[in-house]
């Protein structure tokens, strides 16, 4: 059975830094076609942020270019996302998710929480 686990969220300060790690289990995380990060705030639709495909490649939304980066473990079975500079407008529960053949799967979210 495959599941993800995130991790890593809490309450930080605007300006702020926070890594968020996705742990999955039931398979290797390489074996995943794509891993991503995703995102949604209350009363807003789940916006994707960054993804990476098995073989390294990373895109990103351009809300969080230059601020969040995506990376993967294989060691560790994890894909973390780095957070920095972080704005209230980042507050979100976030979610990871892996695309094995054709199934999507979720972890259950962390809440990210910026403010002072």
């Known amino acids: 059975q495959v599941q993800l686990v995130e991790s890593g969220g809490g309450l930080v300060q605007p300006g702020g830094s926070l890594r968020l790690s996705c742990a999955a289990s039931g398979r290797r995380i390489f074996a995943f076609y794509t891993m991503g990060w995703y995102r949604q705030a209350p009363g807003k639709q789940r916006e994707l942020l960054a993804v990476?495909?098995?073989?390294?490649?990373?895109n990103y939304a351009d809300s969080v270019k230059g601020r969040f980066t995506i990376s993967r473990d294989n060691a560790k079975n994890t894909v973390s996302l780095q957070m920095n500079s972080l704005k209230p407008e980042d507050t979100a529960v976030y979610y990871c998710?892996?695309?094995?053949?054709?199934?999507?799967?979720w972890g259950q979210g962390t809440q990210v929480t910026v403010s002072s």
């Open positions: 998710k892996g695309v094995l053949g054709r199934l999507d799967y």
């Open positions: 990476m495909t098995s073989g390294g490649s990373a």
